[in-house]
Every structure is written in structure tokens, then in C-alpha cells.
């Protein structure tokens, strides 16, 4: 099986790189599960100079800018459509502020892929269009582990 693992990358302190590390491994080590971590796919769809430079291309040349992130958009959405069977997401404020999530959890409910929503917000923080999109929310990676371990453990 494999998770997706959404959140803010864009406005996040560290890309959301801390979290899916954590988060990939718990999933490979409890539930040989794997993970996909948009934050490392770049990788797959990126030339060097282009990781190197997209993130200023927004503001210094933005059509080279959409270029290049649509190759991650194309790459993330077709990975949702063919390849997910859950998501595991964080929202949070960082969140809140970019817009890929919003997108990837509108997919996966279009698609019937479970969302598993970590969150320290209250319900009525959270816009109604992403609650109807999320099949559980947790209040924290704590509580999604142990709700992991007994959905996923018949599967190990």
C-alpha cells in the first residue's frame, strides 16, 4: 500500500520535510507501507538547474515559473489517480495559505481515496470544502498511528 503525504511545502518552515520523514518511516518500519513525498519527487521531475531555480523564478520570470510547476502538479495529480491508496495530511496554518493540498484532497475525494487529516485546529477553522473531502482527522500523528496500526495491521 502506499500513502500520500500532503501538506505545505511551499510555506512550511522546512518544506514539511520533518513530518513525511517521520511520517515515511513509520509507515515502512509498522506497515511496510510506502510512502509518496512530493517534497523528494521533485527529484523525478525536475532537471537540476530547474530544483536549483523554480522557487525564484515566481517572482523574477513567472511564465518559466508555471512551466516548471506544472511538471510537479502533472506528476503529483497522476500519481494520486493511479498509484495512492490513502493520504495522510497536515493541516495547519502553512497550509491554509498555500494551494496544492486543497487540490490533492479535492482529487482524492473525487477518486475515493481515503484522507487521513492530522490537524490542531478546531473543525470550525477549517474550511467545510476540505472537511468533506477527509475521511477521518486526528488531532494528532499520535492518534493516526494508532488508528494506522489497526486498520492497516491485517495487511502486514
Known amino acids: 500500500m502506499k500513502a500520500y503525504l500532503a501538506g505545505a511545502i511551499e510555506y512550511a518552515p522546512d518544506l514539511g520535510k520533518k513530518w513525511r ?19 523528494l519527487e521533485e527529484n523525478k521531475y525536475l532537471t537540476q538547474e ?6 525564484e523564478l515566481k517572482v523574477t520570470h513567472l511564465d518559466q515559473y508555471k512551466v516548471i510547476l506544472r511538471k ?3 506528476g503529483d495529480l497522476k500519481a494520486l489517480k ?7 495530511c497536515l493541516w495547519d496554518t502553512y497550509t ?7 487540490g490533492e484532497l479535492t482529487v482524492a475525494y473525487e477518486h475515493g481515496i481515503p484522507v487521513y ?3 490542531e485546529k ?3 477553522e477549517i474550511s467545510g470544502w476540505i472537511i468533506g473531502c477527509t475521511t477521518e482527522i486526528f488531532h494528532s500523528f499520535n492518534e493516526l498511528k494508532i488508528f494506522l496500526r489497526n486498520k492497516y495491521a491485517l495487511t502486514f
Open 122 to 124: 478546531l473543525k470550525p
Open 117 to 119: 487529516m492530522v490537524t
Open 72 to 74: 510537479l502538479i502533472d
Open 96 to 102: 491554509e495559505k498555500g494551494g496544492g493540498t486543497y
Open 50 to 55: 530547474e530544483l536549483e531555480t523554480f522557487r
Open 21 to 39: 520523514d517521520e511520517m515515511a518511516l513509520f509507515l515502512q518500519n509498522e506497515l511496510n507501507h510506502s510512502a509518496y513525498n512530493p517534497l
Open 82 to 88: 493511479e498509484s495512492i491508496d490513502y493520504i495522510i
